[in-house]
Structures are given as structure tokens and as C-alpha cells.
């Protein structure tokens, strides 16, 4: 009987705490959830737009299976881009930037770095039948989307990061605040809600992919400059 009770009580934790986490992911603060921001790519099938309609929205990021464990994200469904990229060089940073985009940087550019189609994924779903992937990238979406207001939309020119990264915030630098006075301790970086992968600044540092809280993606809320300030000292 104790064995039982103990296993009722279990199981009932555990779909307790499945139900908390599948609500945590789809939802956040704001109420937003991922089919309402860009990141919904099945938003962008169909005319004119040659992006195969997989008919999932986790499934041009992530895959259950077999994802690409070279890249620092969540069983990630894409390849890795290949670069090559030029990075951001400063004479005025004192941290260490790497030379070429490292951890889950390397996940955004897999789509943003404009040289792999949207629809290019590992693992398709077994519900398509047809021959997936080979559509147009982020680079095509700026040819229609280049205004900030209808008609044009969302200006996706922007988002089209291309592989020279040189005039673009700088990423997989070292966050070392003892090299350079002019930055906030890591701590306090990360106690507002900035996150530094591997003590790094990655593209994830600033941006939430799931969530249009604050746009354009951002971890928190940059009125009056609060983002930038939270690692910079001005």
C-alpha cells in the first residue's frame, strides 16, 4: 500500500511539474507566446514567401531527437553556419573577443548570418511528404519587409546579420569587468536579467528569442537606455 501511495504521489508531482513547465515555456510574463512574435515562421509560408509550411512552429528551431549538439541551444534542428565572420574589433574594449562567433551565438546566426534558407532543418516532421528545405533565407524577407510601419512591415534588413559581424554589438567577448572599469560587475549583469553564457556576451545576452515583450526580443526592457546601462558604466 505504501509503495502505491508513494508512486501515486510521484507521478501526480511529476504532472504537476510537466504542466508548470509547459506553461512556463509557452507563456511569459506579458502573456505573449511564441506563436504570436516573428519567430513564428509559419507565419512566413506560402506566397510569396518559398519557406516549406512544416506545419509546427518549435520544428525551424528544435527537434525531440538527434539535434545538433555542436551548437549551445536546446536540441537545436539547424546546421551550424560556416562563416567565415569578421568580428567586431575595438580599440577601446580591454575584454577578449573570440575569433569567430562561439556557444549559442552560433545558433542565431544559423539563421541570421542570411546563408542558410529558413526552412533548412535537421529533422523534419513525419507529417511532410514533401522535399523540405532549400527556401529563402532572412536575407530574402528584407526584399518585402524593409519599412518599420505597414506596408512594408517589420524591417527585416536589420535583422539580415550577414558574416561581417565588425559594425554589429560585439559577441563572444569575454564579460571581464577587471579588464575594463567601465562595465558592471557580472553579478549584477546577471542579477537584472542579463544572462552571460560561459561568462561570455552572446547574442542570447540581450535578445529572448520566445518572446515579444520587448521588442525587438530583448531580455528586458531597454527604456532610457536601462539594458545598455545594465553593463555599461555611463
Not at 52 to 66: A, K, S
Request: hydrophobic share 35%; net charge negative; glycine share 10%.
Amino acid at each position: 500500500m505504501n509503495r502505491v501511495l508513494r508512486c501515486a504521489t510521484a507521478l501526480a508531482g511529476a504532472t504537476l511539474f510537466l504542466a508548470m513547465t509547459s506553461t512556463a515555456l509557452a507563456q511569459f510574463p506579458d502573456g505573449t507566446v511564441v506563436e504570436e512574435t516573428l519567430h513564428n515562421m509559419l507565419q512566413s509560408t506560402g506566397s510569396p514567401m518559398d519557406i516549406d509550411d512544416y506545419g509546427e512552429i518549435c520544428v525551424y528551431c528544435h527537434t525531440p531527437h538527434e539535434g545538433n549538439a555542436a551548437i549551445e541551444a536546446p536540441l537545436w534542428n539547424r546546421a551550424a553556419p560556416t562563416g567565415p565572420f569578421t568580428m567586431y574589433t575595438s580599440s577601446s574594449i580591454d575584454m577578449t573577443i573570440a575569433s569567430s562567433p562561439l556557444g549559442v551565438s552560433l545558433a542565431c546566426l544559423s539563421c541570421h548570418d542570411g546563408t542558410i534558407a529558413v526552412d533548412e532543418i535537421i529533422n523534419v516532421p513525419n507529417a511532410f511528404s514533401g522535399t523540405p528545405g532549400g527556401g529563402d533565407n532572412i536575407a530574402d524577407c528584407a526584399g518585402c519587409h524593409s519599412g518599420s510601419s505597414p506596408p512594408g512591415g517589420f524591417d527585416f534588413s536589420a535583422t539580415n546579420m550577414g558574416q561581417d559581424l565588425s559594425n554589429d554589438h560585439p559577441i563572444s567577448i569575454t564579460y571581464d569587468p577587471g579588464a575594463d572599469p567601465d562595465f558592471n560587475p557580472a553579478g549584477s549583469v546577471e542579477g537584472a536579467g542579463l544572462p552571460l553564457p560561459s561568462g561570455r556576451v552572446e547574442c542570447s545576452s540581450c535578445h529572448e528569442p520566445h518572446s515579444a515583450q520587448w521588442r525587438p526580443f530583448l531580455q528586458i526592457s531597454n527604456a532610457n537606455s536601462a539594458m545598455c546601462t545594465t553593463c555599461h558604466i555611463k
